[in-house]
């Protein structure tokens, strides 16, 4: 499986960037080392698709490994939220600078990619920003540029509506949609002349558009004040420059289901 090969380097580069805010590593205050510091670590396992587009189930386990400044904690924070930097919060608003990892992608993660090119391993940079229109919703956008795994820009819009049950448990839900240009949708369903003779699928020139749409939601335990444990679910449904390849109408499926758990804890410790 050509993620599992890059989690040790997906788990340095997440331990380098972490969640942090702009004024807590101003080397004034602290130097760059000194201060007050948060380490979290866990693992999440799930069942997804074996590729964007599948139509079997696999599944991934993965670290989660966050490294940042300690300060105060977001409002919410879902697991579809990258890697980011919030260099303007009010409260109320945040918003900076973001990151994803792409573990790439090839005929070995399964058989309907054989023939078809390897999308390598890479990730995606930009911008995110996010609202809280209420005491108990978060609107949280994020555009991307693609790097080495894509080309493409890549913008995802959601939607949570959270509330805490109890002291410890909170629900949330809400709906989610992504766009893509025609160059990330090349990468994972397009299909060149070359591609077409040896995968046997007929060629395919996609073009932007809507990538997906759908709805996630999360059960999350806060089990002590320093251990979190989260019951995770999603469905996203492929719009047409996605459903309309030949990867997914002859070999998966436009919909797309995601299923698991995940435990962290965290670590606070203090740097001289």
Same mark, same amino acid.
């Given at each position: 499986m050509s993620s599992m090969k890059h989690?040790?380097?997906?788990?340095?580069?997440?331990?380098?960037?972490?969640?942090?805010?702009?004024?807590?590593?101003?080397?004034?205050?602290?130097?760059?080392?000194?201060?007050?510091?948060?380490?979290?670590?866990?693992?999440?396992?799930?069942?997804?698709?074996?590729?964007?587009?599948?139509?079997?189930?696999?599944?991934?386990?993965?670290?989660?490994?966050?490294?940042?400044?300690?300060?105060?904690?977001?409002?919410f924070v879902s697991r579809n939220d990258?890697?980011s930097f919030a260099l303007i919060d009010?409260?109320?608003?945040?918003?900076?600078?973001?990151?994803?990892?792409?573990?790439?992608?090839?005929?070995?993660?399964?058989?309907?990619?054989?023939?078809?090119?390897?999308?390598?391993?890479?990730?995606?940079?930009?911008?995110?920003?996010?609202?809280?229109?209420?005491?108990?919703?978060?609107?949280?956008?994020?555009?991307?540029?693609?790097?080495? *795994?894509?080309? $493409?820009?890549?913008?995802? !819009? %959601?939607?949570? +509506?959270?509330?805490?049950?109890?002291?410890?448990? /909170?629900? &949330?839900?809400?709906?989610?949609?992504?766009?893509?240009?025609?160059?990330?949708?090349?990468?994972?369903?397009?299909?060149?002349?070359?591609?077409?003779?040896?995968?046997?699928?007929?060629?395919?020139?996609?073009?932007?558009?809507?990538?997906?749409?759908?709805?996630?939601?999360?059960?999350?335990?806060?089990?002590?004040?320093?251990?979190?444990? *989260?019951?995770? $679910?999603?469905?996203?449904? !492929? %719009?047409?420059? +996605?459903?309309?390849?030949?990867?997914?109408?002859? /070999?998966? &499926?436009?919909?797309?289901?995601?299923?698991?758990?995940?435990?962290?804890?965290?670590?606070?410790?203090?740097?001289?």
């Amino acid at each position: 499986m050509s993620s599992m090969k890059h989690l040790l380097a997906a788990a340095a580069v997440l331990a380098t960037l972490g969640h942090a805010r702009a004024d807590d590593i101003n080397p004034e205050r602290f130097g760059w080392f000194s201060g007050d510091w948060s380490l979290t670590v866990g693992a999440s396992g799930f069942l997804a698709p074996d590729y964007d587009g599948s139509d079997e189930l696999e599944f991934r386990a993965v670290p989660i490994l966050s490294l940042g400044r300690a300060g105060p904690a977001a409002r919410f924070v879902s697991r579809n939220d990258n890697i980011s930097f919030a260099l303007i919060d009010q409260g109320r608003f945040r918003a900076g600078p973001t990151g994803k990892l792409i573990f790439g992608r090839d005929a070995g993660d399964s058989a309907d990619l054989a023939g078809l090119d390897e999308v390598r391993f890479g990730g995606e940079l930009g911008v995110f920003a996010e609202l809280y229109p209420l005491d108990w919703m978060r609107v949280r956008g994020e555009v991307r540029h693609g790097i080495r *795994s894509h080309d $493409g820009i890549v913008a995802d !819009l %959601a939607i949570d +509506a959270f509330a805490d049950v109890t002291e410890t448990v /909170r629900v &949330s839900a809400g709906p989610r949609l992504s766009y893509a240009t025609d160059r990330y949708f090349d990468a994972f369903y397009g299909i060149s002349p070359a591609e077409s003779g040896a995968s046997g699928l007929a060629a395919y020139d996609p073009g932007s558009g809507i990538k997906s749409a759908g709805v996630g939601g999360a059960i999350t335990w806060q089990t002590t004040d320093r251990i979190a444990t *989260s019951l995770f $679910g999603e469905y996203e449904r !492929l %719009a047409d420059p +996605a459903a309309d390849s030949p990867l997914v109408r002859e /070999r998966g &499926s436009p919909d797309q289901f995601t299923f698991g758990l995940s435990a962290t804890y965290r670590f606070d410790f203090t740097v001289p």
